[in-house]
């Protein structure tokens, strides 16, 4: 009974990036461009390291072109800048990402506003921000974009839903509740200094939880029927010298009380992979003027 309230990302990421797969074709033989993505990583990060073999992967097996620049940890901002602006004007490449975290002598902000916004497919350009808050034509942060795609799939028509999104970064909350404003929601937004923070996501249809505190929202928060979206990726201890991933929201708890709910691993987490790809498409689409796949 539980199986068909989990809201399974990682098939749905799959599904994605073969449509991805199918759009770069048709773009190659009926207008003769492949789309590519540039993706650059600065110093040594483990996880950074980790993630950016992950996405040139990804970007090859979607038929993309994938430039991978890996810079050391003691590259200066003005060097960072310069190869920003080689590839802005690099005609082959149509998306560009920055992976963060940078090293501390670089500021990332002057980094992400050095990005042509139409080659911005992080969507995290205040020009992309911008458009998204007054219905532009923007690239959409990934996360948020593949949370919006999964609770669609679940929901269809958002329209009404009373929603609430715990967090609000510039990456994953504020671009999240904007989206949900835009599928016409009633949106709230919550916080560090949210009264009442249980009883605001009771009231909820749906609850976006983007904190970072590993299993803060709780089981007994969730109305019953309730779609749960947990954006949260934290390790903690798992007895034994281990180690385990787990979201934002207390999973089992929340599973009998939810109508939906996204599992860590395996929910959000690879969604965001897979709507870079489809931004790095709908990106390369706008800059060659063709229609952009639906
Ligand atoms: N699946 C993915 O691909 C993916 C992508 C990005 C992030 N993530 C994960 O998503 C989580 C959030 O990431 P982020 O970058 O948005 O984090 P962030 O920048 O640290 O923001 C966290 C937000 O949570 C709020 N918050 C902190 N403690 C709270 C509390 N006790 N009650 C209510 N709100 C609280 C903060 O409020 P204030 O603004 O008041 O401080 C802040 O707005 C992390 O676990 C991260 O690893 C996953």
Redesign the pocket.
């Known amino acids: 009974m539980s199986d068909n309230k989990i809201i399974d990302g990682k098939a749905f990421a799959e599904k994605l990036r073969g449509r991805v797969a199918q759009q770069v074709a048709a773009l190659k033989s009926k207008h003769g461009f492949t789309p590519g993505l540039a993706v650059v990583l600065v110093g040594e990060d483990p996880a950074s390291k980790v993630y950016v073999k992950n996405k040139g992967q990804q970007t090859h097996e979607s038929g993309m072109n994938s430039f991978e620049h890996k810079l050391p940890v003691t590259t200066s901002q003005a060097e960072l800048l310069a190869l920003v602006d080689k590839l802005n004007k690099g005609p082959a490449v149509n998306g560009i990402l920055v992976q963060l975290p940078l090293p501390k002598q670089i500021d990332p902000q002057a980094i992400l506003d050095a990005i042509d916004p139409a080659k911005d497919v992080d969507g995290f350009h205040v020009v992309n921000a911008g458009r998204l808050a007054t219905g532009g034509n923007s690239l959409v942060p990934?996360?948020p974009l593949?949370c919006l795609m999964l609770l669609k799939d679940r929901l269809g028509d958002l329209t009404g839903k009373r929603a609430i999104v715990?967090?609000?970064?510039?990456?994953?909350?504020k671009p999240m509740a904007q989206l949900l404003l835009n599928e016409s929601c009633t949106v709230t937004i919550?916080?560090?200094?949210?009264r009442d923070?249980a009883g605001e996501c009771r009231r909820a249809d749906i609850v976006v939880a983007?904190?970072?505190?590993p299993e803060?929202v709780r089981g007994d928060w969730i109305a019953p029927g309730a779609v749960v979206i947990d954006?949260?990726?934290?390790r903690v201890d798992a007895g034994g010298g281990k180690t385990k991933l787990v979201?934002?929201v207390a999973y089992a708890e929340a599973l009998p009380h939810a109508g939906g709910i996204t599992p860590v691993p395996g929910?959000?987490?690879p969604?965001?992979i897979a709507c870079l790809l489809a931004n790095t498409v709908t990106a390369a689409c706008r800059q060659r003027g063709v229609p952009v796949p639906a």
């Open positions: 990934c996360t593949g715990v967090g609000r970064s510039n990456i994953v909350g919550a916080h560090s200094k949210t923070l983007a904190v970072g505190r803060m954006v949260g990726i934290n979201g934002d929910g959000v987490g969604m965001t």
